[in-house]
Every structure is written in structure tokens, then in C-alpha cells.
């Protein structure tokens, strides 16, 4: 007889392709809720029920999950996951590949505090997954309010969190403390700085006032990334190439899709010159529509001499996989691996954000 397979895994790990994949939202929670709904049964009601039919009886389960869940609990592996398999992945050549194998972590991504689909525990677990040994979690500030930007207090409350959260994870893994701040129209910082003192790691973004004329953004830009309390340079022109994943709405886009936005514009010379001056690094942002910087703005930040962080900005557990489109473009770029922040420890990586000047 065929060893079960264990069928919660699988709705699981099928959830997590497709969302790596860029798939639908919808398509994915019919997996995750599947699994949540299956998740307090034993092996032996499971069968029970696959046998009679009435998996589907389960609020959260439809004919496709039990399909999959029968399939496991026979010892087979889903039809449906084997497909995404064997259909999934992009080659990466052997120098984005070194420079993703170099990552350690990520440090730009949201939970469902914010505008991301899942909580912070699922975030951590799919970052376990993947190898990674730090998650930098870093839902918004209190203006963006479209995607529910943490007040004080709600950040005050997700650091306690996050402390017990961490406290439950595997060893050798550990969230990290951080913010996806606003960058505001005068350049200065949304958060209270005692707050941005205390996180481990602060990431700053221009989310409002793109189309501003070249010489305010310049000076809104400058005045940030000068800011002591900001340690990486988020998603630098805000240009969209692409529309929005399917079912993920963000900052600025109330749902919208099939938009794209043009780069806003600066004196990417003078910022990048900036950056390297107060050593805040520009994020290399892997998120298919977004692509930012484009690659000749890699380019000019590599010359200016400026560190990078390659990240995913996930707003979900299968987006944390992004990260490889981000290599790709470095690597094309010649960035090395001792320019990104993110292939250092986690202790490295904090010893940095407190010791900058
Ligand atoms: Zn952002
Ligand atoms: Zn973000």
C-alpha cells in the first residue's frame, strides 16, 4: 500500500506555487482556506470523508481541493500540484543564481497589518521554507491610510507581537523589526522617531506626489535619504510597468488594475550620490510590475558606489520566491554580492542600521 502523504501540505505547498507563480488571489485562498479547514481533522475522518464524498460538505473545501486531498491521503501527489511543477520557474543564469544563493534574508515585506493578504506568522514560516534566515517586516506608516499604514500604537502593539511570534519560530530564523515608512511631500519621515530609533530596520518610499516637478522630488528625495533613521532607499521612481498581480491592491491603486505608472523624476545622480555619502542603500525591488530601478538606474547607482538590497516587498508567503527577478536584473547590472546588504547575517545587517551615522 502507498504511504499517505500528508494532504494539509500539499493544499499548501500548491498555494504557494501559485501565488510564486503570480496566479489569481482567488485561486490561491481556495487552497490556503482548504487547508485551514482540513487542518484539525485526523487522518482517519479525513478518509472517511474522502471515501464518502463529503470533503466538499466542509465550508472552505470545493471539488478541486477534495480532488487534491483524495489523491494525498491515496498516496499520490495531486495532479494538480505535479502540473504546477513540472510547469514552474524560469532559469536563472549562473550569475543570478550565485547572487540568490548569496541572499540571507529580505528586508522589505508586509502582512495582513497592513495591506498584505496574510499574517505574520505565515509570512515567517514561508520565509523558513525558503532558506532565509531574517524576514525584515515592514508594513506602512499611518498616512498611507489606503493600506491601513500602522498608527504608533498599532506598531507598538506588532513590535510585542512580533517578540512572541519570534519566540515560536524555528531557531536560526528571526523577523526582524522594521517599517516601510513614507517618504512626505517636505522629505521628512512618517513615523515618530523614537520608533524609527527602535526598529531594527527602516525602509523609506515616495507613495504620494510621484508626478511632482524634478527639482521638488529631487530635494524631498535628498532630505530622506540623508535622514539618519533611514537605512534603504525603497522602489526609487514608483514607475509600474505592469499591472498589479491579480487580487493584490497596494498604495495608491484602491484595487485598480492593468495600470502602469512612469518613473518619477529627480536627479538620480545627486540621490544616488547621496546614498553612498549617508550609505543608505538603494532597494533593487523584485515585484514583477514594479522592476525598480530600471536597469540603467542600477547602473548609475552601482557607479556612484551606493550598496543595494534585493528585495521582494511581498504582500504574500509565495511572493517571498520573488526575489530571484531581483538577482536577475542585478546581476545583468554587474552589481556584486558585497554591495547588497541582504547576504549578511542578521547581525551584520542590524550592526549596520545602528552604526550609520
Ligand atoms: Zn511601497
Ligand atoms: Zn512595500
Not at 224 to 232: R, T
Request: hydrophobic share 40%.
Amino acid at each position: 500500500m502507498a504511504r499517505a502523504r500528508d494532504p494539509i501540505a500539499d493544499l499548501r505547498r500548491i498555494a504557494f506555487l501559485l501565488e510564486r507563480a503570480n496566479e489569481a488571489t482567488y485561486r490561491v485562498r481556495a487552497f490556503r482556506s482548504a487547508a485551514k479547514a482540513l487542518a484539525g481533522m485526523s487522518a482517519a475522518e479525513l478518509t472517511e470523508r474522502a471515501d464518502n464524498g463529503t470533503l466538499t460538505e466542509l465550508a472552505g473545501v470545493g471539488d478541486v481541493t477534495a480532488r487534491c486531498v483524495a489523491e494525498s491521503l491515496a498516496g499520490e501527489e495531486p495532479v494538480y500540484l505535479r502540473r504546477l511543477v513540472a510547469t514552474e520557474g524560469s532559469d536563472l543564469d549562473a550569475e543570478a543564481t550565485a547572487l540568490r544563493a548569496a541572499l540571507r534574508g529580505d528586508c522589505h515585506t508586509h502582512s495582513d497589518w497592513s495591506d498584505g493578504g496574510s499574517p505574520i506568522e505565515e509570512m515567517a514560516l514561508a520565509a523558513v521554507e525558503l532558506g532565509h534566515e531574517y524576514m525584515v517586516l515592514t508594513d506602512h506608516s499611518p498616512r498611507l491610510t489606503v493600506a491601513r499604514g500602522l498608527t504608533a500604537d498599532r506598531l507598538r502593539r506588532q513590535l510585542d507581537h512580533v517578540a512572541q511570534v519570534n519566540a515560536a519560530l524555528p531557531e536560526g530564523f528571526r523577523i526582524l523589526t522594521g517599517i516601510e515608512v513614507d517618504i512626505l511631500a517636505d522629505g521628512s519621515l512618517d513615523q515618530d522617531d523614537d520608533l524609527l530609533e527602535r526598529l531594527d530596520v527602516v525602509v523609506g518610499s515616495v507613495h504620494s506626489g510621484l508626478k511632482d516637478e524634478r527639482s521638488k522630488m529631487t530635494r524631498r528625495m535628498l532630505k530622506a535619504v540623508a535622514n539618519p533613521h533611514l537605512d534603504i532607499l525603497g522602489h526609487v521612481t514608483g514607475r509600474m510597468v505592469s499591472s498589479r498581480p491579480a487580487g493584490v491592491t497596494g498604495p495608491g491603486d484602491k484595487g485598480h488594475r492593468a495600470r502602469t505608472r512612469a518613473e518619477s523624476d529627480f536627479d538620480a545622480d545627486a540621490v544616488f550620490a547621496a546614498c553612498a555619502e549617508h550609505d543608505t542603500a538603494v532597494e533593487i525591488n523584485s515585484r514583477p510590475e514594479r522592476q525598480d530601478p530600471p536597469k540603467r538606474l542600477i547602473r548609475r547607482a552601482l557607479e556612484a558606489g551606493c550598496r543595494f538590497a534585493i528585495d521582494t516587498d511581498a504582500h504574500a508567503p509565495g511572493q517571498l520566491d520573488w526575489q530571484r527577478f531581483g538577482c536577475e536584473r542585478a546581476a545583468l547590472c554587474g552589481v556584486p554580492a558585497d554591495r547588497v546588504i541582504n547576504t549578511w547575517s542578521a547581525d551584520q545587517l542590524v550592526a549596520w542600521t545602528h552604526s550609520r551615522p
